[in-house]
């Protein structure tokens, strides 16, 4: 079993940034892949940003450039610096984490971008 709490979401101005940390813990020996997804009211849960153990990093092409997808591995801990931040950025963002044959899911943090 793995639980992932996420924290850092808030209300921001366009234009401003927030940090997102999502820390891992439970019965695990490694976590090789996390990600962090986001929804927006009416919309998918889309893929915006994951990182490999070993630090291999892929994004969404609406957040290239502006959000960093980083790891601590000692900490179990995936972050995500967003920068640059637009109001279409406004979503719940949750953390996740592949274990084994199971994909486990943070509770998600709101993100506002508004003015």
């Known amino acids: 079993q793995v639980q992932l709490v996420e924290s850092g979401g808030g209300l921001v101005q366009p234009g401003g940034s927030l940090r997102l940390s999502c820390a891992a813990s439970g019965s695990f020996v490694t976590i090789y892949l996390m990600g962090w997804y986001r929804q927006a009211p009416g919309n998918q849960r889309e893929l915006v940003a994951a990182?490999?153990?070993?630090?291999?990093?892929d994004y969404a092409d609406s957040v290239k450039g502006r959000f960093t997808i980083s790891r601590d591995n000692a900490k179990n801990t995936v972050y995500l610096q967003m920068n640059s931040l637009k109001p279409e950025d406004t979503a719940v963002y949750y953390c996740?984490?592949?274990?084994?044959?199971?994909?486990?899911w943070g509770q998600g943090t709101q993100v506002t971008v508004s003015s």
């Open positions: 990182i490999s153990r070993t630090g291999t990093t």
């Open positions: 996740n984490a592949p274990v084994a044959t199971k994909s486990y």
